[in-house]
């Protein structure tokens, strides 16, 4: 396999878990600067032009929940996922598709607000906006959904990449850690771990 | 199982799971002309205040994507999603989740713009961009992702009600369907079916 990356970008949270299978793939980067994303080369790749992506031997895969429970459902081994309870499951999906379409989204205003208005007025105000946005999801995740120590529990799973992926980002997006404090310990803990330090090395040296 | 919707909302798709499947449920309406999903009561079943929430014996559910595959997996009989196929699946989830997190998001920027700005010439400014965004999603499903004569191919799955779904609000979103001639005729072939028609109506006349 291979799987398309940028640096500082959702598909860390992919990346990990390709690690956490013990998957056997190739990392490819692209070079968001240079507007790569963009190119016919990429865009046959992925014509959203968007990272990551996912290349198997069956086809292209795109889109982070999707990548992730394939990697849980191809390396059962690895136990990413509560593959045989179906309701647990469904709550790992519902954790990810918040993460996906309303945290990521929020954080997404801060930084490609051009997706949404062109008025450079209108980009300014969704910037001085998102810390805001950002904030509550993060309140919402902290107060509601993250169980412990993991996010879903006793059992690591896809959605504790995932969630990492994002809280990197919490400075950035001018919330800070500290009204979070089990998301930044589930942050400290997880940048410890081997698979995320040898997948964050990988991405920023290359 | 109860099923917590609102009319005119992304909840026509898993309210459509659930009839195809065959689901033992009972709906519950939410007023959202009285701010009824930011009760306390309702705050209770679903504390990010929106639909849909899925009340099952194991708990709560919320987010369609996972509501969807939750469905597919509970009733395999309904052969809603290619389960025993895991490269297959994965399209599967990869379609939605680009509904759930661009495509629905985009239009949401025309509905809901105060998510993420509070000055009024900001959310007019993504209300006037919406027509665009929405448009440039739906082109791209058209175009790359559509394969025919069902979302995913030869059989009906889970992606099917959700896209039906989007694809209702096209006009609304001031986007003319004439240039989407696939979605068009999905969505014609969708609304025909005995399922949608049930679900529409008791949406509808509740």
New interface residues.
Partial sequence: MKFYYAPHTCALASHIALEEAGADYELARVDFAADEQRTPAYIAIN??GRVPSLV?P??I???????L??VA??YPQARLAPLDD??A???V??FN??L???V???HA?RMRGY?????P??IA??IR??PQ?VGECFA?IE???FVGPWVMGESYTIADPYLFTLAQWLELDGVDPKHLPKIADHRARMSERATVRKAIAAETSA
Avoid at 115 to 119: G, L, S, V
């Fill in positions: 014509p959203k198997t069956r086809g895969l795109t889109e982070t929940p999707a990548i429970m394939f459902q191809s179906l309701f499951l469904a709550q999906q519902s598709a918040y996906c379409a309303t990521h989204v929020a205003h997706r949404w208005a062109d008025e007025t209108a105000e969704m906006k998102a946005a919402l107060r509601e959904m």
